[in-house]
């Protein structure tokens, strides 16, 4: 199965948080899952990290780069396609970086790992 990160979820996987819940690491160790970061994570990561909302060991760039490569985990580009779903979407989730994570997962269909309940608003699989 293809499954996408929300943000949180790849922060809270990288240091094992004990936020995360068993079905979640079991999802992420699973080796017949393809697992998917969006770039629009990475966004939101360096954003953050500039903002000192979120402190990395590396800037954001070297962070995801090394993270998502040890851990055998793809990049998703953000696609025009993306983009258009995100401006249909109803404004149940008004996060812009989540709201482009659900319409990818929508345009790719892949199920969302995400704590996150307000995602379940839309035509989404969400994981927890």
């Known amino acids: 199965m293809k499954v996408l990160l929300d943000t949180h979820t790849f922060l809270w996987l990288m240091v094992d948080d ?15 899952n393809e697992i998917y970061l969006s770039l629009a994570s990475a966004w939101e990561m360096a954003i953050k990290s500039s903002i000192q909302k ?13 993270r998502t490569q040890a851990h055998d985990i793809k990049l998703l580009d953000i696609a025009l396609e993306h983009i258009a779903i995100v401006e249909t979407l109803p404004l149940h989730h008004r996060d812009p970086f989540d709201r482009l994570i659900i319409a990818q997962g929508i345009v790719e269909k892949f199920p969302i790992l995400s704590d996150d309940g307000a995602f379940d608003s839309y035509p989404i699989q969400r994981l927890w």
Do not use: E
Request: no cysteine; glycine share 0%; hydrophobic share 40%.
């Open 18 to 32: 004990p936020r995360l819940s068993s079905n979640a690491k079991a999802t992420f160790s699973d080796v017949n």
């Open 54 to 66: 979120l402190k990395l060991p590396l800037p954001a760039k070297d962070y995801v780069l090394t």
